[in-house]
T-cell receptor, first 113, second 115 residues
């Protein structure tokens, strides 16, 4: 079946540190991959996505590359800010049309100044 | 462009009571989803509509949960009777529908506490 596995949190970093949040997936076919972010007290927001192998999604300084050979979609940012503190969810959408997202459990990031 | 609207934002009920949540998707979005997010976990799909037809309700506990999407726009999710384990955030999302890379847009959620 389809599933997403994220690294356990919480992740605690100092401002300007490098961030990596690991995400691996299991899926048949060619799913689309997403990172969503949930800031405190707010709803889920799309951060970035990639729809085919070797695509790189990027937004707000965050990047993730769709690696089919390692079934991974790791989230990275070169220099985190306090405002990046949030919960990050990796998700996949199976290749069949009309299917819903399958989420990982989420990784909490806390950035201190 | 207005986002996905949900109400109420918070609800506290006693077990065995009933509760209903409302969702208004982004205008023009054919597909509507209800997810349940239990504390510390990722959202899990409860039901998916395409226009006013059900696409997937395989994970909906049908003995107590029901949902409808009249006229292919607004949707309501009902729980009757509620159990303690139904305490969660209920998220509504919408998308244009169709392609695998289709982006889902989420509402702010309704936080349900069952006492």
């Amino acid at each position: 079946g389809n599933s997403v596995t994220q690294m356990e949190g919480p992740v605690t970093l100092s401002e300007e540190a490098f961030l990596t949040i690991n995400c691996t997936y299991t899926a048949t076919g060619y799913p689309s991959l997403f990172w969503y972010v949930q800031y405190p007290g707010e709803g889920l927001q799309l951060l970035l996505k990639a729809t085919k192998a070797d695509d790189k999604g990027s937004n707000k300084g965050f990047e993730a590359t769709y690696r089919k050979e390692t079934t991974s979609f790791h989230l990275e940012k070169g220099s985190v800010q306090v405002s990046d503190s949030a919960v990050y969810f990796c998700a996949l959408k199976p290749s069949q049309a009309g299917t819903a997202l399958i989420f990982g459990k989420g990784t909490t990031l806390s950035v201190s100044s | 462009e207005a986002g996905v609207a949900q109400s109420p934002r918070y609800k506290i009920i006693e077990k065995r009571q009933s509760v209903a949540f409302w969702c208004n998707p982004i205008s023009g979005h054919a597909t509507l989803y209800w997810y349940q997010q239990i504390l510390g976990q990722g959202p899990k799909l409860l039901i998916q509509f395409q226009n006013n037809g059900v696409v997937d309700d395989s994970q909906l506990p049908k003995d107590r949960f029901s949902a409808e999407r009249l006229k292919g726009v607004d949707s309501t999710l009902k729980i009757q009777p509620a159990k303690l384990e139904d305490s969660a955030v209920y998220l509504c999302a919408s998308s244009l529908g169709g392609s695998g890379g289709d982006t889902q847009y989420f509402g702010p959620g309704t936080r349900l506490t069952v006492l």
